[in-house]
């Protein structure tokens, strides 16, 4: 089934703990609104819709070393390719992590 205009779904995988999404989303979509568990919603003033839903929490094992990670899907709704890249311009630069 194709699905209509503007509608498009897109799942990555972060290197996240389910305590590190809950703490920095809020900062970044202060109107989302957590419908569930592992699932939220916002709505912008022009109609667009967001839905996001997170994996349950995985752990990647690399030696002795234990890294949270969780796939995060995001289902767009009446978003522009344009509008869809300044979200995730704006998404990775918050779940960005510091290095050395």
Do not use: C, N
Not at 14 to 42: M, N
Not at 55 to 65: D, N, V, W
Not at 67 to 85: C, H, K, N
């Amino acid at each position: 089934m194709k699905k209509p205009v503007g509608e498009l779904e897109v799942i990555r995988e972060f290197g996240l703990s389910h305590s590190d999404f809950y703490r920095i989303y809020p900062r970044l979509e202060p109107t989302a609104i957590k419908v569930k568990e592992r699932y939220f919603e916002l709505e912008r003033a022009d109609g667009r819709k967001l839905e996001i839903e997170i994996s349950p929490e995985k752990i990647r094992k690399l030696a002795t070393l234990r890294i949270p990670y969780m796939d995060i899907t995001f289902r767009f709704l009446g978003w522009s390719e344009v509008q869809r890249a300044e979200f995730f311009t704006d998404f990775d630069r918050s779940f960005q992590k510091g290095g050395g």
